[in-house]
Structure formats: structure tokens, C-alpha cells
């Protein structure tokens, strides 16, 4: 056993703060078409930029008391929150998974995170987070019993294949768009995952959740009207994370 090998299981979560912190660039300047390596981050109050000490995953933040060590604005909270998010996926697939998958589990989650994000803030699924969870989730699958993998890339097109169908039903008794393409495509990433025991599940928790962003919506003020965009995604990926960590409704506990 080499010297690092008992330390394998901290190796996600030790990497788990600095890849939140690509997350959030990611979420941020993605659905902009922002170029995401090049591009130096920026205090959004003076434009200065960010040096290696501005940019330590949550202790910069910390360190500033929140503010821009430049210019004193405040800074926002999204960062270390996401940050935080990230090393908390890790842990809860540390402590749930065995060490073949763990890094595909960590890989599974902080993808979920960013596209929660992205989908609630910007109502905009991408093709480049979306699409890789496929090959990546019959890849699980193959890891975990090579036999079953047929049944996952099955599931894939029967999860793509039931969303488009609601959505075409939906747009012809309403005459608008109910589910967007990018809800097909992750519902085939749960099926690749998931199989099909378990994409019930993950519709069942994703209605949950959305519902309760309706009614948290409708509490803050601001109401609720028939036109009103509501994401699909943020529920979904919780309910795909869910699902796949304790398995089908039926089966958990």
C-alpha cells in the first residue's frame, strides 16, 4: 500500500472545494457564451482583477469579511455557498459509496449541482453538461454488474422518449412549451443511471421538488401566474442523486 492510499477516500473532498469553485464559473458565464478558462475573474464592483489570494475556495472570502479586498464592496455569497455545496456532495458520497464508484458518484454530483444551478437561475439545461451523463452513467452501470448495461442505455431512450411524448402533449392542449428538450435529455441521463426502476423516482422527487419552488415562489410575494417558467431541472437532479445513491423509492430503507 503506498503512503497515500489510506488517504484515497479524502481525495474528492479535498478536491471538492476547488472544483465548486469552477462550478460557480461555470454556472455563471456558461449560458452567456463566456469563454470559462481564459477569462480572469473580476470583482463585479470595480472590474479589478482577482489575484491566487482572492480566489482560495471559501477561506478568501472568509479572510475579506465577504468584501472585495480592492474596492470593500460586498461580495456575493454565491461562491462559498457553492463551494460548500460541492465538499458536501463529496462527503455524502464518501460516506455512502463504495470506492470503486466514488469518484464517478462525485463526478455524477457536482455535474447535478451545476446544472441545478444553471437550470434555476438561467432556465437553460446545456447539451455539454447533460449529454456526458449518459456514457458516464452506463460506464456506472458497467462497474457495477457489466450484465445490466443494456437494460441503462434502454432506459436512456424510454427517459427521453416519455418526456418528449408529455411534451408534445402538453404544447398541443396548451399551445406552449411545458418541458424543454434539456429535461428530455437529463430524464435519458437518469434512465443511463438509473435504469428504469428507478426514473419513477426521480420524476416523482423532481415534481416534489418543483412544486415546493411554486409554492416558496408564491410565498415571497411575487405570486404565481399561468406563464410563469418553473425549472424542471434543480428537482430532477435531486431526485437523479437520490435515486441512484439508495435506489428505487421502493427499495430504499
Do not use: N
Amino acid at each position: 500500500m503506498g503512503p497515500f492510499d489510506s488517504l484515497s477516500p479524502l481525495w474528492p473532498a479535498i478536491a471538492a472545494p476547488f472544483i465548486g469553485s469552477f462550478l460557480g464559473t461555470l454556472a455563471l458565464r456558461l449560458p452567456r457564451g463566456q469563454r470559462l478558462a481564459l477569462d480572469r475573474s473580476r470583482c463585479d464592483a470595480c472590474a479589478h482583477p482577482l489575484g491566487a489570494l482572492d480566489l482560495i475556495p471559501v477561506v478568501s472570502w472568509l479572510a475579506a469579511l465577504g468584501r472585495c479586498r480592492y474596492c470593500r464592496a460586498p461580495l456575493s455569497i454565491f461562491y462559498p455557498a457553492i463551494e460548500l455545496a460541492a465538499l458536501g456532495i463529496a462527503l455524502w458520497a464518501g460516506f455512502t459509496l463504495p470506492g470503486d464508484l466514488l469518484w464517478l458518484g462525485c463526478g455524477l454530483g457536482w455535474c447535478l449541482l451545476a446544472l441545478g444551478v444553471i437550470d434555476l437561475r438561467d432556465h437553460l439545461l446545456p447539451d455539454i453538461l447533460t449529454l456526458p451523463l449518459i456514457p458516464l452513467g452506463l460506464i456506472a452501470a458497467y462497474v457495477e454488474d457489466p450484465a445490466s448495461t443494456g437494460i441503462h442505455a434502454l432506459s436512456a431512450v424510454a427517459g427521453y422518449a416519455t418526456f418528449r411524448l408529455i411534451a408534445f402533449a402538453y404544447r398541443s392542449w396548451r399551445g406552449r412549451d411545458g418541458l424543454g428538450h434539456g429535461d428530455a435529455k437529463l430524464l435519458a441521463a437518469a434512465g443511463a443511471w438509473v435504469s428504469w426502476q428507478g426514473l419513477p423516482g426521480v420524476v416523482l422527487i423532481g415534481a416534489t421538488a418543483s412544486l415546493a419552488l411554486v409554492l416558496v415562489h408564491a410565498r415571497s410575494g411575487r405570486g404565481i401566474r399561468a406563464e410563469d417558467r418553473i425549472p424542471f431541472g434543480p428537482g430532477s437532479c435531486l431526485g437523479l442523486w437520490l435515486v441512484w445513491l439508495y435506489g428505487p423509492l421502493g427499495y430504499i430503507g
